[in-house]
């Protein structure tokens, strides 16, 4: 209950924090009224986050939400829909571990030096 008057609040700032953090925000509040067993409030505010974070253009982000949106729709039995969704997702598939925050790091001494899978 915290965590979702946190965010509600941090929206109710307006549009100084930019859409991905807006869209995040609506993400995440997403993922609490799953949580309480609200679908139709879920569904709500990932839509809404999918907005935001089209403008911003955050691939990687946009993949995950349309997956968590996917996964809504086909536990409520909309097949077509969370179909949609997934195709929609990957369409936004970006390098991976891309998101807004950037391009995950790699571990010092971990750098891909060669093929994934060696050829014998």
């Not at 979702?4 to 991905?20: K, N, Q, Y």
């Not at 179909?83 to 997702?89: E, F, I, P, Q, S």
């Amino acid at each position: 209950d915290e965590a979702a008057e946190l965010l509600s609040a941090f929206l109710e700032l307006g549009d100084r924090h930019g859409a991905v953090h807006a869209g995040g925000a609506h993400r995440l509040l997403g993922l609490i009224a799953e949580e309480r067993g609200d679908a139709e409030t879920a569904e709500e505010h990932y839509v809404t986050a999918l907005g935001l974070l089209e403008r911003s253009g955050a691939s990687g982000d946009l993949a995950d939400l349309c997956r968590l949106l996917g996964d809504l729709l086909r536990r409520g039995g909309r097949i077509e829909a969370a179909l949609d969704a997934y195709r929609t997702g990957l369409g936004h598939r970006s390098t991976p571990g891309t998101t807004t925050l950037g391009p995950a790091p790699t571990a010092p001494g971990f750098a891909p030096t060669g093929p994934a899978f060696p050829r014998h």
